[in-house]
C-alpha cells in the first residue's frame, strides 16, 4: 500500500471513530440505501456479480444495525424484529436478483433512516447529544 493510501485510510478510520453515533447510525442507513440503488441498476444491466456484491454489502450494513441494539429495550426489539425481515428479504433478494424485492427493502430502510434523522434533529435542538442513547436502541 502507498503511503498516500495509508494516510487516507488512517483518515477514514479516525474520521468513523469521531462520528457521533446519530451520525454513524445515518451513515450506515445512506450506506444501505446507496448500495440497494446500486444492486438495482447492476440487476437492470445484467451484471450479477456487482448486483450479488451490493446486495451482500447491504446485508452486512443490516447485519451490523442488528447487533448494535440494546435488547433490553423494547423498541429494540421490535427494531430487531424489522432488520431480521429485512435481512432475509435482502437474501431471498440477492437468490432470485429480484428487483420487487429490493424495492421493498429500500423503502423500509428509507422510511428508519427518516424517522431517526428527524428524532436526532429534534434531539439536537433540544440539546441531546446522542438520541440513540437516549431512546436507548444502541448498545
Not at 39 to 63: R, Y
Not at 70 to 88: C, H, K, T
Amino acid at each position: 500500500m502507498n503511503m498516500h493510501a495509508q494516510v487516507y485510510d488512517q483518515y477514514r478510520k479516525t474520521t468513523v471513530e469521531t462520528l457521533s453515533p446519530a451520525k454513524l447510525l445515518l451513515m450506515l442507513y445512506d450506506g444501505a440505501l446507496n448500495s440497494l440503488r446500486n444492486a438495482q441498476k447492476a440487476i437492470e444491466e445484467k451484471d450479477i456479480s456487482q448486483a450479488h456484491n451490493q446486495l451482500i454489502k447491504a446485508q452486512d450494513i443490516i447485519a451490523e444495525l442488528m447487533a448494535t441494539l440494546n435488547m433490553e429495550v423494547p423498541i429494540s426489539r421490535q427494531l430487531y424484529a424489522l432488520y431480521d425481515y429485512i435481512q432475509r428479504r435482502l437474501i431471498e433478494a440477492n437468490i432470485n436478483k429480484d428487483i420487487a424485492i429490493i424495492d421493498e427493502a429500500y423503502q423500509f430502510i428509507s422510511e428508519l433512516r427518516d424517522a431517526f434523522a428527524q428524532a436526532a434533529y429534534a434531539a439536537k435542538r433540544s440539546q441531546v447529544q446522542n438520541p440513540a442513547k437516549q431512546l436507548n436502541i444502541m448498545g
